[in-house]
């Protein structure tokens, strides 16, 4: 029902900054969080950051607090990652993700619409 489409990665040197962007064609309300995961190979998916659409709430996971920020824009459909002080190992791909009623955050199986991903990568 709901699906989503990721853009804004690219190639950045360690320190630089990257926004992310992701879709949606399908409308989300306030029983749905929205979330941004990343996978690179070798490593499970990664929950990184959430937003419950009903309260605003976000979370964060460790790795990210205090660089990443999430965000949305209702009008335009979309939901954001900033992401400032970018690190070699923040290189993956970035998916986004929607789900209703998610009771648990960073837990892949909380969500049930995936956007295609779109691939960050970051030297040193």
């Known amino acids: 029902q709901v699906q989503l489409v990721e853009s804004g990665g690219g190639s950045v040197q360690a320190g630089g900054s990257l926004k992310l962007s992701c879709v949606r064609s399908g409308y989300v309300d306030r029983s749905y969080s929205m979330a941004w995961f990343r996978h690179s190979p070798g490593k499970e998916r990664e929950g990184i950051a959430a937003?419950?659409?009903?309260?605003?709430?976000?979370y964060y996971a460790d790795s990210v607090k205090g660089r990443f920020t999430i965000s949305q824009d209702n009008a335009k459909l979309t939901l954001y990652l900033q992401m400032t002080n970018l690190k070699p190992e923040d290189t993956a791909m970035y998916f986004c993700a929607a789900g209703r009623w998610v009771g648990s955050w960073a837990d892949t199986y909380e969500y049930t619409s995936w956007g295609q991903g779109t691939q960050v990568t970051v030297s040193s």
């Open positions: 937003t419950y659409i009903g309260d605003g709430t976000t």
